[in-house]
């Protein structure tokens, strides 16, 4: 046992938007600290393009945006959980122009917000700051978290685990803080918490094509899991139909909110096929248009598709999308002359740690906030532009049970042992089973599953994961290695949740099992 270097009332670990607003909301009245594995503004928050989804115009309902996110999620979305967050969408929108985000207003109304149309939305409703939404809203907070007496911001530090007692599935474990590793010194801090916030984002990084930053790990999934937490639903995974096609380009999404605007999927011939797919064409939930390019790439031999912008004028294309048209011209793709070349990749986790509509998770003190966490928002298949205003209101749930409850000072905690490894040589080793498990995650447990596949990608991944266990047991620890045992711990997840789905729902497709039960049940898996 030991002194504690670092104690805090409330430990956030991730500063995505969930980690930011979780700590505005707390910082008045306890101490905060917030621990991030690169700098603060690293996360997908930062890169989201199209918006938030609230129910804003005059002629939308939150009624109306209930229903689609339910219809999105396929029967398996919580209906309490999708109510409280679409009813308190407005006032977050609010909440975020109060902290200085200016969003799109329309050109000729002052004072009415610009309202982009995705798919699976029955009206116009995402608020956007033109097409980088997450990077106004991130620097909008950002400035406000530096500011703040009460937060402290640690950056390039990894969470690696959470210190906990208790025992396991025990109504009595709670968690007293985390271990974080400091990337610049090697060395392994112990924080000392009376509650922890995971706010560590998506996984997408688990699949070799992504639009996600190099951040999303899966981190707080495979942390949450070691310590003794449910998850949820991590079956599906959602890939987004459109991410750029250039041998230049890595993760760049084009946004949905092109197809919004009239953007056709079309052929190398300029045939449009989406309506063959669906009535709602190329405004279709995504799981549908991201499926329909699959078998139009696979059936016809195709690299990729292309996304026709060509019917709106340059002005349009500038004033509407600015960061996706000046990515596009760097690449040397005018997309007011040519179809921008696209594909599917893997985008977010409707699935993950199991939480309550408060945020708590199965141990007392830890609450689970933004992509790491299923609350059940999402079901089967998340709605375009829900994520972020998920963030919103889980992370001021979060803050606000935490703040009913007095802080108790954790206890002395134990300091990490780093007597019994060694240095780490074999990076290289690292790096190719990075590569094998991105490799076999996006050729077994893609858009289209099959239960060879998901037996074939188990024994796998079964085998991978035990040599890098042994390999982490006896090495020092660094980011590469922390990453790479999480990547192999939820690819794990994800393949026995597909397993244990016996039927095709939502994002989730099987072509053994291709029809949907009449009954919509959660896949929980219990530690
Ligand atoms: P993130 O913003 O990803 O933040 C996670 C944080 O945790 C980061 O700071 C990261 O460094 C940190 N972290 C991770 N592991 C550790 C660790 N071990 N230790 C310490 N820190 C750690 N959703 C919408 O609703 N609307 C959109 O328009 C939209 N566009 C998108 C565009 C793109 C390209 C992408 C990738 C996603 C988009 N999404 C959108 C989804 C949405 O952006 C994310 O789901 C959301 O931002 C997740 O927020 P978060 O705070 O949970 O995680
Ligand atoms: C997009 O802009 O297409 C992404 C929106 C989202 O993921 O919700």
Redesign the pocket.
């Known amino acids: 046992m030991s002194s504690l270097p670092h104690t805090t009332d409330v430990l956030i670990?991730?500063?995505?938007?969930?980690?930011?607003?979780s700590a505005l909301h707390l910082a008045d009245r306890r101490r905060v600290t917030v621990?991030?594995?690169?700098?603060?503004?690293?996360?997908?928050?930062?890169?989201?393009?199209?918006?938030?989804?609230a129910a804003v115009a005059r002629e939308d309902s939150v009624d109306a945006h209930v229903e689609d996110t339910l219809v999105a999620g396929a029967g398996l979305c919580r209906r309490d959980v999708v109510e409280r967050i679409a009813t308190r969408a407005p006032a977050v929108i609010r909440w975020l122009q109060a902290q200085g985000v200016a969003f799109t207003a329309e050109a000729d109304n002052r004072g009415v917000l610009h309202l982009g149309r995705?798919g699976g939305h029955s009206a116009r409703r995402?608020v956007?700051v033109a097409d980088s939404?997450?990077r106004a809203v991130?620097e909008t907070l950002e400035e406000r978290i530096k500011r703040h007496p009460n937060i402290t911001v640690l950056e390039q530090?990894?969470?690696?685990d959470l210190v906990t007692r208790g025992a396991r599935g025990s109504a009595g474990r709670r968690v007293d803080g985390a271990y974080?590793l400091d990337r610049r010194s090697g060395e392994v801090q112990t924080l000392g918490a009376s509650a922890v916030i995971l706010?560590?984002?998506?996984l997408?990084k688990v699949y070799l094509y992504?639009?996600?930053?190099d951040?999303?790990?899966?981190?707080?999934v495979a942390?949450a899991w070691r310590a003794g937490c449910r998850m949820a639903d991590l079956e599906f995974i959602q890939f987004?139909p459109t991410c750029l096609y250039h041998p230049d380009a890595k993760?760049?999404?084009i946004?949905?909110?092109l197809r919004g605007e009239g953007g056709k999927l079309v052929l190398a011939d300029g045939t449009r096929f989406m309506p063959a797919h669906d009535a709602r064409a190329e405004l279709a939930p995504r799981d549908i248009v991201a499926r329909a390019i699959d078998f139009e790439m696979k059936t016809r031999g195709l690299d990729c598709v292309w996304l026709d912008m060509r019917h709106h004028p340059r002005s349009f294309i500038a004033e509407h999308f600015p960061t996706i048209d000046a990515r596009c011209r760097e690449l040397g793709i005018d997309m007011a002359l040519r179809p921008i070349p696209v594909v599917p990749a893997a985008?977010?986790?409707c699935g993950g740690v199991l939480t309550d509509a408060r945020a708590r998770t199965d141990i007392e003190g830890l609450y689970a906030?933004?992509?790491?966490?299923c609350t059940g928002l999402h079901g089967a298949n998340?709605l375009?532009?829900?994520?972020?205003?998920?963030?919103l209101v889980m992370?001021e749930a979060a803050a606000a049970d935490i703040l009913a409850q007095a802080a108790t000072p954790p206890p002395a905690l134990p300091d990490w042992d780093h007597s019994r490894v060694t240095p780490a040589r074999e990076s290289v080793r690292v790096a190719h089973d990075w590569d094998s498990i991105r490799r076999l995650m996006w050729d077994l447990v893609g858009i289209v599953r099959s239960d060879e596949r998901l037996a074939l990608a188990a024994r796998r991944l079964d085998a991978l994961y035990a040599e890098i266990d042994a390999y982490y047991a006896r090495h020092r620890i660094d980011n590469d290695l922390?990453?790479l045992r999480?990547v192999a711990e939820v690819a794990r997840l994800i393949v026995r949740s597909a397993q244990q789905r016996r039927e095709s729902r939502g994002l989730h497709y099987n072509r053994d099992v291709p029809e949907m039960l009449c009954e919509a049940v959660d896949t929980v898996l219990t530690p």
């Open positions: 670990l991730g500063s995505g938007l969930a980690g930011l607003v621990v991030t594995k690169g700098a603060l503004l690293e996360g997908s928050s930062a890169w989201a393009q199209g918006g938030i989804a995705e995402i956007h939404t997450g991130q530090r990894v969470a690696i974080v706010a560590t984002g998506g997408g992504t639009t996600n930053p951040v999303s790990t899966g981190d707080g942390i987004h993760s760049f999404l946004s949905e909110a985008h977010y986790s906030v933004g992509e790491v966490a998340r375009a532009s829900n994520s972020l205003l998920e963030c992370g922390l990453e999480n």
